[in-house]
């Protein structure tokens, strides 16, 4: 299985070369003036230009591993949590952006080089996205993980929240989601309460000469205190109308 991660490594890394590549080769030869012709393709102009100013001051027309804001490809993208469930869960959710992003760039283009590139590389997310999802199978078939990851620490979270869902939308289909059906089925709250009392920020430190107001933060107390005290009379009171 570690192999398999490396050798999904090593091909990404491939295929940023391959697209840094691509830009290039598409670049190769367009002088500055070509972007009042570029910016007739409604996509090109949305990025105000025919070409990324870096690829000829940074690159010098050569490829870059970049993204089209400039941001450089960097490490901090691999994911490695250390735990393998979750890791391949976010790496099967790349692979499927990926997949989407170059779905929509492939009915962009027009030129078969650039198609029969991204046809290629539609496939391997595709492949990836299958042995991703296998991955994760058997992880949990082998018993090294469950569905809730980490399978650890049930018992010290808290045993009221960790069983319901709020409903905070005006929707009425809520309720009726899967979550609330099965053995392990979910509470679905209605009309949930807030939690804590009202939320104040700390006053800030003199020397950092932030906007505060004492009397402001205690205006918004008293009328957090006092809305929330009604709104458990009202529901006392509707209670006590529908036992009637």
């Known amino acids: 299985m570690f192999r398999h991660t490396k050798r999904l490594q090593t091909e990404e890394i491939g295929h940023i070369e391959m697209l840094a590549t691509m830009v290039a080769r598409l670049l190769e030869g367009a002088p500055a003036t070509a972007t009042a012709d ?7 102009a949305a990025v105000l230009g025919g070409m990324d100013p870096q690829q000829a001051i940074i690159a010098g027309g050569g490829a870059l591993p970049a993204n089209c804001q400039g941001v450089p490809w960097n490490g901090g993208y691999i994911v490695a949590s250390g735990n393998l469930l979750a890791d391949f869960r976010a790496n099967a959710a790349a692979e ?12 962009m283009t027009d030129d078969p080089g650039v198609k029969a590139m991204l046809q290629f590389n539609l496939a391997r997310d595709t492949v990836h996205q299958k042995q991703w999802l296998k991955a994760i199978e058997e992880l949990e078939a082998d018993g090294l993980e469950t569905p809730i990851v980490p399978d650890a620490f049930f018992d010290e ?16 289909d809520g309720p009726k989601g899967g979550w609330t059906e099965g053995d392990d089925a979910l509470e679905y ?15 800030p430190d003199p020397e950092l000469f932030g906007t505060y107001s004492t009397v402001q933060d205690l205006k918004g107390t008293v009328k957090a205190k006092a809305k929330s005290t009604a709104k ?7 209670t006590r109308s529908r036992k009637r």
Do not use: C, F
């Open 38 to 44: 570029a910016v007739e393709d409604p996509v090109m």
């Open 96 to 107: 499927a952006q990926g997949r989407l992003q170059t779905a929509r760039l492939y009915n």
């Open 157 to 172: 979270e808290d045993q009221t929240h960790n069983r319901t869902i709020w409903g905070l939308s005006d929707g009425t």
């Open 232 to 238: 458990k009379v009202s529901a006392k009171k509707s």
């Open 189 to 203: 709250l209605l009309d949930p309460e807030p939690l804590g009392g009202p939320g104040t920020a700390p006053a």
